[in-house]
């Protein structure tokens, strides 16, 4: 339990002046610098006399200390310890930075770990990988198939014709092939994760969770009631805009996507992937659509929230954190899918509600599964990138109406460690 507190018969008025840890902000804590224990032990307590009940111990652009090294985690135990000692809590984070899902890059380092991506092109490849595996393991890209496309006066697709790679067509041929990220600086020179891959996600828990457990496992569900995972994603989708662009465009895709997508849905997506990128007069082009988005979200879940959300039960601590694109369903079908499935397995689910904007969707998505599960508590990271004439009443209204919508753990964004 979170709120044990919450189970007594009647609400004490001394909780209700006085309250504790828990029902107290645990804001960002920004480890920007070298992490030196008495600068640590200072702020800390500096947190305490504010009125926090915590912190999160959140790695951004600027550290020092080589993360997830025995350094780093033997500053996570000490401030682990030094929350115990105030009364206060330590909240775990679970990335270099963000999005989560990389481990600084370790993960990825491993070419078949890195995240993929469908390539609809007019351009073809001529260095290619011979198989899925192999592309997967070179990182080349993967030939999938070729497509004579027709259109109407109107720009809706007409007639697909799958042809051969080199065949003479009577419209232009679209190419469509997998590709793998690589050699991004945001990732310390690696790339995002595969986040429809279960095993590149049970590397990131074993390089990550497990290690956090192993410095400081002891303390799970006690002094760290939480670990926060930040903004995970499949790569967004990009359509093209209309039947004449034709710059190369993307969905979002994995090694083995076309074979699970044949186990649920009895049917060769590779038959038909032009109707994911167009609008067609076949009515099979929106079955098609809605069972990759359907598809897509469950692999996601699968593999990382749900993987992830298993570890963190078993483990006895909380899952929390957000999910990137929450706030339209729009921005979810680029990023996550259906946000809401996303939140099945988390133990703490939470929102992302930066600058000074109100968006009531958002929260009241993410109580209602909060209410459907019996989770105990709602988070929600706030007050980020409202700039620094953003005053009191501000930050009264934002906490004020997001609190009537369900969020019972804010945490403030940003406080910088240097």
Request: glycine share 6%; with cysteine; charged share 25%.
């Amino acid at each position: 339990m979170f709120y044990n507190k919450n189970n007594q018969i009647k609400l004490s008025d001394e909780l209700f002046k006085n309250p504790t840890a828990e029902y107290r902000g645990a804001p960002f804590w920004a480890w920007n610098s070298k992490l030196e224990k008495d600068e640590l032990a200072r702020q800390i307590e500096v947190f305490k006399q504010m009125g926090f009940g915590g912190f999160h111990m959140h790695v951004r652009q600027g550290l020092e200390t080589a993360y997830l090294s025995e350094e780093f985690l033997s500053a996570v135990k000490f401030c682990t310890e030094k929350a115990e000692k105030e009364d206060m809590l330590a909240y775990l984070y679970d990335e270099d930075r963000w999005p989560s899902g990389v481990a600084g890059g370790e993960v990825t380092k491993t070419l078949a770990n890195r995240q993929k991506f469908l390539t609809m092109s007019v351009n073809d490849r001529q260095d290619c990988a011979k198989s899925p595996e192999e592309s997967a393991n070179t990182g080349k890209p993967y030939f999938i198939c070729a497509f004579d496309l027709s259109f109407n006066e109107q720009g809706i697709l007409t007639k697909i014709e799958k042809v051969e790679r080199n065949a003479v067509c009577n419209n232009k041929r679209y190419f469509f092939i997998e590709q793998q990220q690589g050699g991004e600086p945001r990732y310390n020179y690696q790339s995002y994760v595969d986040t429809l891959n279960k095993s590149a996600i049970d590397t990131f828990i074993m390089l990550t969770h497990e290690k956090l457990k192993g410095a400081v496992g002891n303390k799970f569900s006690k002094s760290i009631p939480s670990i926060f995972t930040d903004e995970p994603q499949y790569i967004p989708n990009f359509p093209p805009k209309s039947a004449t662009d034709i710059r190369d465009v993307r969905f979002a895709w994995t090694t083995d996507f076309d074979k699970t997508y044949y186990q649920t849905y009895s049917c060769n997506i590779t038959e038909y992937l032009p109707y994911l990128f167009y609008a067609a007069i076949d009515e099979k082009a929106l079955s098609v659509r809605f069972n990759y988005y359907t598809h897509l979200t469950e692999r996601f879940c699968q593999a990382y929230m749900d993987n992830v959300g298993d570890w963190c039960a078993k483990n006895q601590i909380m899952m929390t954190g957000h999910l990137m694109g929450e706030d339209t369903l729009y921005e979810q079908a680029l990023s996550t899918g259906d946000v809401m499935r996303t939140y099945k397995n988390m133990q703490l689910p939470g929102i992302d509600l930066l600058c000074d904007d109100v968006s009531f969707v958002t929260p009241l998505q993410c109580r209602s599964v909060v209410r459907q599960y019996g989770r105990e508590a709602m988070l929600s990271e706030l007050y980020g990138v409202t700039g620094w004439d953003f005053d009191f009443r501000g930050h009264k209204y934002q906490g004020d109406w997001q609190a009537c919508l369900g969020v019972t753990l804010r945490v403030p964004h940003l406080a910088w460690q240097s």
